[in-house]
Nanobody, 120 residues
């Protein structure tokens, strides 16, 4: 069974920083695109950033210049460095990965999320 486990969330003051991590484990052959989403209470889940297996990145306009996505393919891990945090960044942050499993099955896997809360 393949799973994604996020970590690194917490409570931080406005202007602060956090580093979120998401590690994939299980019978993984390879991982294509990895992504971070976020969902604030009462709102839809929105895409924050993506990174391909080759390292090409893409960001939502609201986080450009403040957030950086990266990955370590050897560790099957994706990171999200979040800087200059604002109260409107408060949300549960979810990791998603497009995974090729052993046996050549393809699955889109979600993590359970990590909470980021930004105070004034």
């Amino acid at each position: 069974q393949v799973q994604l486990v996020e970590s690194g969330g917490g409570l931080v003051q406005a202007g602060g920083s956090l580093r979120l991590s998401c590690a994939a484990s299980g019978s993984i052959a390879s991982i294509n695109t990895m992504a971070w989403y976020r969902q604030a209470p009462g709102k839809q889940r929105d895409l924050v950033a993506t990174i391909t297996s080759a390292g090409t990145t893409n960001y939502a306009d609201s986080v450009k210049g403040r957030f950086t996505i990266s990955r370590d393919n050897a560790k099957n891990t994706v990171y999200l460095q979040v800087n200059s945090l604002k109260p409107e960044d408060t949300a549960a942050y979810y990791c998603q990965a497009d995974i090729i499993l052993s046996g050549n099955y393809r699955r889109l896997i979600w993590g359970r999320g990590t909470q980021v809360t930004v105070s004034l």
